[in-house]
């Protein structure tokens, strides 16, 4: 081979290789996958399909939206911590990430060594809402009929440590009542038994009780937020209406752990940029959360703090899982 020949043959190797390389770093070159460790039709599907759909736009390629509910969260939870480690799974997830370990003797991930917190979406409020024909139309008005029922009154959520559940033990003890807990597999039975007034009181998302308030089906009496929402700018706060609790659920992305950084860097500039979209913010307004973006390791100490708070209100109330 002939010293031209040779540099020919280099170099048209090294243009391979080059070609090889790029196309290896071309991301995403497949279609994501988010996980969403809850039915479909909550808040978590809901902003899993929002920000998902605008993902899809700025990166090129399909997000699919993955539920995989049961366990409390763990099922979808442990699913993605087994996910690729390429940047092509990603997990929706809030309050489960931070209270399951209080509530659960053993976990099938770790929430810290598996993940790594790439943006917050939103927090979710949640509405107390009573069955239309309660005899209370104010939390003042509730507390004094709970002490008074016999048997004592009853808070429905859909099921134990859900954020649902802890809005209603943290009301129960701040008002100072002996409230029982009803838990629920899902909304839906939850909602209908509160309308028919097998349960008193329920701390609902905005979301899935939008429609039953609207229609006079149940009773707003407080939002759950340290500000009104504007979706129902004319219930007040549950501070305003002088209990002093703010209870707020939550929901963000994350990659399963050592995905490269490049690719993590640009899922939480894609994510953060697509809460801020206006029209995304707008439609997840007007569903009754709060867009609230928050960059990766600012997410990641909100985790932190969450899963202290958290961690107390599970102790004080003496909450398990079912």
């Known amino acids: 081979m002939t010293a031209s020949t040779r540099r020919t043959f280099l170099a048209a190797g090294a243009a391979t290789l080059a070609t090889g390389l790029h196309a290896q770093d071309a991301y995403p070159a497949r279609p994501i996958r988010l996980v969403v460790p809850f039915p479909p039709a909550g808040a978590a599907d809901f902003l899993g399909r929002t920000v998902g759909e605008k993902l899809a736009q700025s990166l090129g390629q399909q997000v699919l939206v993955d539920n995989r509910a049961g366990a409390g969260g763990n099922i979808g939870t442990q699913a993605a911590a ?8 990603l997990l929706l ?20 060594r598996d993940f790594e917190p790439v943006a917050l979406i939103a927090t979710v409020p949640n509405l107390m809402i009573v069955p239309a ?4 139309s104010t939390v003042e008005e509730f507390i ?13 959520s859909i099921g134990n440590g859900t954020s ?21 597999k899902e909304t839906g039975t939850a909602n209908t038994d509160l309308m028919a007034g097998r349960v008193d ?6 979301s899935a009780a939008a429609g039953l308030a609207r229609g006079g089906k149940v009773k707003a009496l407080a939002v759950t937020s340290d500000v009104r929402v504007p979706a129902f700018a004319n219930v007040p706060t549950l501070r305003e209406a002088g209990t002093d609790l703010v209870s707020v659920g939550w929901f ?16 939480e500039a894609q994510a953060l940029a697509a809460v ?3 029209a995304v913010a707008a439609r997840i307004a007007d569903s009754g959360c709060i867009p609230r973006p928050l960059a990766g390791k600012e997410f990641a100490a909100f985790i932190a703090e969450e899963t202290g708070r958290l961690g107390e209100v599970v102790r004080k109330a003496g909450i398990v899982a079912s």
């Open 82 to 89: 087994q996910g690729d480690r390429e940047g092509y799974t």
């Open 93 to 112: 997830t809030g309050v489960p990430l931070a209270v399951n370990r209080f509530l659960f003797r053993t976990l099938p991930f770790d929430p810290e």
């Open 133 to 136: 024909d309660s005899p209370a």
């Open 144 to 156: 004094a009929y709970a002490r008074k029922k016999p048997g004592g009154a009853t808070f429905a």
């Open 164 to 184: 649902l559940h802890l809005a209603g033990a943290q009301f129960s003890s701040t008002a100072r009542l002996d409230m029982v807990h009803v838990p629920y």
């Open 201 to 206: 009181v329920m701390f609902q998302t905005i």
């Open 252 to 267: 963000g992305l994350l990659l399963p752990a050592n995905v490269p950084p490049a690719r993590k860097a640009l899922l």
């Open 276 to 278: 801020r979209d206006p």
